[in-house]
């Protein structure tokens, strides 16, 4: 069965750079989290999206935003990337109000 | 904000044993409860609840849920090496902001 597909799955960025990650959730699925995960944290909903609109908003940096486009793809964007910002990304789909299911995650290495 | 808080954050035990892991929450405009198994990479899905006192099984694992006490268990029986994980619990809240909000976790560890 089709997964929620990430990329890419290891990004190594320098400080002050730009990273953009991508999502492509399981066909049909119409919602969307965003979730960053720290190294023995539990993740951190960032951001979500429901029919390519913005559902909910978490502690997410003004240097990040997210959309999502008409083919139901979704990109996290990160800009002047901060040595704090290494983490592991994770996008979930899932049908409106169902469980969500996790992609393997883009691990985002910032030097 | 939301709030979900699990206990305990780690525990050890034997194989064959049967642990019991507990999640309670706050959460404006409850929707369901959700149990991920996560290892070292993403969440696997494991349980959702929605209902009060309604048992939901799979295998040697169960979990139930409480909604008047706000609380969520997932038991596990006979537990083997391979259960070893982090065990997430994680609430999705209702209405138009659709957010599932994670406790911190409990590590469990099966040794043999």
């Known amino acids: 069965a089709a997964g929620v597909i990430q990329s890419p799955r290891h990004l190594i960025k320098e400080k002050r750079e730009t990273a953009t990650l991508k999502c492509y959730p399981i066909?049909?699925?119409?919602?969307v989290y965003w979730y960053q995960q720290g190294p023995g944290q539990d993740p951190q909903f960032l951001i979500s999206?429901?029919?390519?609109?913005?559902?909910d908003k978490g502690s997410i940096p003004d240097r990040f935003s997210a959309q999502q486009f008409s083919d139901y793809h979704s990109e996290l964007n990160m800009s002047s990337l901060e040595l704090g910002d290494s983490a592991l990304y994770f996008c979930?789909?899932?049908?409106?109000?169902?469980?969500?299911?996790f992609g393997q995650g883009t691990r985002l290495t910032v030097v | 904000e939301d709030k979900v808080v699990q206990s305990p954050l780690s525990l050890v035990v034997h194989e064959g044993d049967t642990v019991t892991l507990n999640c309670s929450y706050e959460?404006?405009?409850?929707?369901?409860l959700l149990w991920y198994k996560q290892e070292k990479k993403a969440p696997t899905f494991l349980f959702m609840l929605?209902?009060?006192?309604i048992e939901k099984k799979s295998g040697r694992l169960s979990s139930i849920l409480d909604k008047k006490e706000l609380f969520s268990i997932l038991n596990i029986t006979a537990t083997q090496t391979g259960d070893s994980a982090i065990y997430l619990c994680?609430?999705?809240?209702?209405?138009?902001?659709?957010?599932?909000?994670f406790g911190k976790g409990t590590l469990l560890t099966v040794n043999p």
């Open positions: 066909p049909r699925h119409d919602t």
């Open positions: 959460v404006t405009n409850f929707r369901s």
């Open positions: 979930a789909s899932s049908l409106l109000n169902r469980e969500a299911f």
């Open positions: 999206f429901y029919e390519k609109m913005q559902s």
């Open positions: 929605t209902s009060s006192g």
């Open positions: 994680a609430v999705l809240r209702g209405g138009s902001n659709y957010k599932l909000t």
